[in-house]
């Protein structure tokens, strides 16, 4: 079946450090692929999303690419403020019936000044 | 707008109580999904409504009753709730359930059963 591998967190970054959250998955066909941020307390927002191979899905700086030759869909960011703590979940749908999303099991994200 | 609602944001209930919880988007979507997430792990697909008919139930115990009166609404119905199933409950919603298409999610009720 489908699965999403993401690194283990928590991961902790300098206010204006570099950010990757690595994932890579295992799936039938062609998913959808997504990145979701949970902040404390919150449900999950749609951070950004690639729909086929090459695509790039960009939002408030942040950056992933669908590599289909990988099957990786890493996160990245330039330089992350103390703002984007939170839990990142990487996730994808679209093999099976019922747009079931896969859930990685979220990397938590410590900005620190 | 991709604003999903959902009410109330905190709950506490006895395990002899029957409470509901209830989910609403006007984004003209036809497909809704309730999720259960505890701490630390990522959400648990529980049931999926396409077309206000349910498509999809993850072998959730039968205390958990969802109802879907009208394309926008999905509520969930708990009754003899488990203290185990205290966790966060998160609505979401899509254009349809055709495959591949963005889920978007509410704020979540937060639950505690005593």
């Known amino acids: 079946g489908d699965s999403v591998t993401q690194m283990e967190g928590p991961v902790t970054l300098s206010e204006e450090a570099f950010l990757t959250i690595n994932c890579t998955y295992t799936?039938?066909?062609?998913?959808?692929l997504f990145w979701y941020v949970q902040y404390p307390g919150e449900g999950l927002q749609l951070l950004l999303k690639?729909?086929?191979?090459?695509d790039k899905g960009s939002n408030k700086g942040f950056e992933a690419t669908y590599r289909k030759e990988t099957t990786s869909f890493h996160l990245e960011k330039g330089s992350v403020q103390v703002s984007d703590s939170a839990v990142y979940f990487c996730a994808l749908s679209g093999t099976g019936g019922g747009n079931k999303l896969t859930f990685g099991t979220g990397t938590q994200l410590k900005v620190e000044l | 707008d991709t604003e999903v609602t959902q009410t109330p944001k905190h709950l506490v209930m006895g395990m002899t109580n029957k409470k509901s919880l209830k989910c609403e988007q006007h984004?003209?979507?036809?497909?809704m999904y309730w999720y259960k997430q505890k701490a630390k792990k990522p959400p648990e697909l529980m049931f999926v409504y396409s077309y206000e008919k349910l498509s999809i139930n993850e072998s959730v115990p039968s205390r958990f009753s969802p109802e879907c009166p009208n394309s926008s609404l999905l509520n969930l119905h708990l009754h003899a709730l488990q203290p185990e199933d205290s966790a966060l409950y998160l609505c979401a919603s899509s254009r349809d359930s055709s495959g591949k298409e963005t889920q978007y999610f509410g704020p979540g009720t937060r639950l505690l059963v005593l």
């Open positions: 799936a039938t066909g062609y998913p959808s």
């Open positions: 984004m003209g979507h036809r497909a």
């Open positions: 690639a729909t086929k191979a090459d």
